[in-house]
């Protein structure tokens, strides 16, 4: 029953500003949004600690979560075809090891490269071919691949780390650069290329049709199973990169290196808008996700919270994320 007070131009006025709402703020908070998060608890740390703000403190995070943030651009593009990749941790481990036994000094630095970047593509390929050709979900052929790279690696190093690294491959995980270090240059580097590769690429737009629907990507002539393939050789590639940088910054390859990595990627993927339901996510999305996750950390750490806290806030965080990509599926 139509309240008796109201009058025809207040009707009118209110559904303008539904309208406005609905077809201007809603869309652009729906893309900006994640990004006002993460000035709102700069701003907020910016008062809570005098630490927060100064320029050693900025780089340890973007640092820090640099390694993160490598792994989660690959799992993102695969989580944009509807699949998941869990195997990123091991695939670290299992390239820090082999390439730290050929990093000592005298080794070829571009040796030691080259065989990182090839375990970590061929990891990709099995998960590819296993997904695409095998048709065996993402969730089991990864999976499998997370506990077969971690036992490679244990079996290879015997389980235990191998030092001796050259000073030239330490430079990757320690070096500094016109003041900014080394590992953060080549997060950036990786962050353009896979944001190009993503959105201004043939790659790209086969990734999100897939991603939307296989079965029409099958239709309109897509080569479905050898673009996924593709799609996780380069996220193995990425978890690779990761792994040999991990392995210059802690001067040793280690076989119990990256554990829960493929956790904190899929993280900083969905807080960064990627929707685990396929056909969505972008890169620059991922880069503010995993900044917000070293952000949090940094905060927790310099308020003196416990570490286990930080563990509690990151599963609330993704838990809402994900109910917020639901949310929206569902009024799609």
């Known amino acids: 029953m139509s309240n008796p007070m109201s009058s ?13 709402w609905k077809e201007s703020i809603a869309p652009f908070m729906s893309k900006y949004g994640i990004v006002f998060i993460l000035l709102a608890m700069i ?3 910016s008062f809570m600690s005098d630490t927060f703000l100064r ?15 490598i ?21 670290i481990a299992l390239t820090s090891v082999l390439v730290a036994s050929v990093a000592h000094p005298g080794d070829s630095l571009i040796g030691a490269l080259a065989l990182g970047a090839g375990i970590g593509i061929a990891c990709g390929a099995v998960n590819g071919i296993i997904t695409a050709k095998g048709k065996i979900p993402p969730f089991i052929a990864t ?24 000073e030239s491959f330490m430079f990757l995980g320690k070096g ?9 240059i080549v997060f950036i580097l990786i962050g353009i290329i896979s944001h190009i590769l993503l959105s201004k690429t043939k790659f790209g737009k086969y990734t999100y049709a897939i991603g939307g629907n296989e079965h029409a990507a099958k239709i309109c002539g897509i080569n479905v199973d050898r673009y996924l393939i593709f799609i996780y050789m380069y996220a193995g590639l990425l978890s690779a990169i990761a792994g040999m940088m991990l392995t210059a910054r802690i001067s040793v390859g280690q076989p119990s290196m990256g554990v ?56 609330a965080i993704i838990v809402s994320a994900v109910l917020i990509d639901s949310r929206k599926n569902k009024k799609s």
């Open 8 to 20: 025809p131009v207040s009707t009118i006025k209110e559904n303008s500003n539904k309208s406005i």
């Open 43 to 45: 701003i907020v740390m």
């Open 55 to 69: 320029t050693q403190n900025i780089l340890n995070i973007v640092r820090q979560i640099s390694f993160i943030g």
């Open 71 to 91: 792994v989660a651009m690959g799992v993102t593009i695969v989580i944009i075809t509807t699949g998941i990749d869990l195997s990123s941790g091991s695939v």
């Open 143 to 166: 999976l499998g691949m997370m506990t077969a790279a971690r036992g490679l690696a244990l079996l290879f190093s015997d389980g235990r780390p191998i030092p001796n690294l050259s």
């Open 176 to 184: 500094v650069v016109a003041g900014i270090p080394v590992p953060i």
């Open 260 to 315: 829960s990595f493929e956790l904190d990627a899929i993280a900083a993927a969905v807080i960064g808008g990627t929707s685990l339901s396929g056909g969505v996510g972008t890169i620059p999305g991922t880069i503010i996700g995993a900044l917000i996750i070293g952000v949090l950390n940094n905060s927790l750490d310099l308020l003196g919270v416990s570490s286990y806290w930080q563990q509690i806030l990151k599963g």
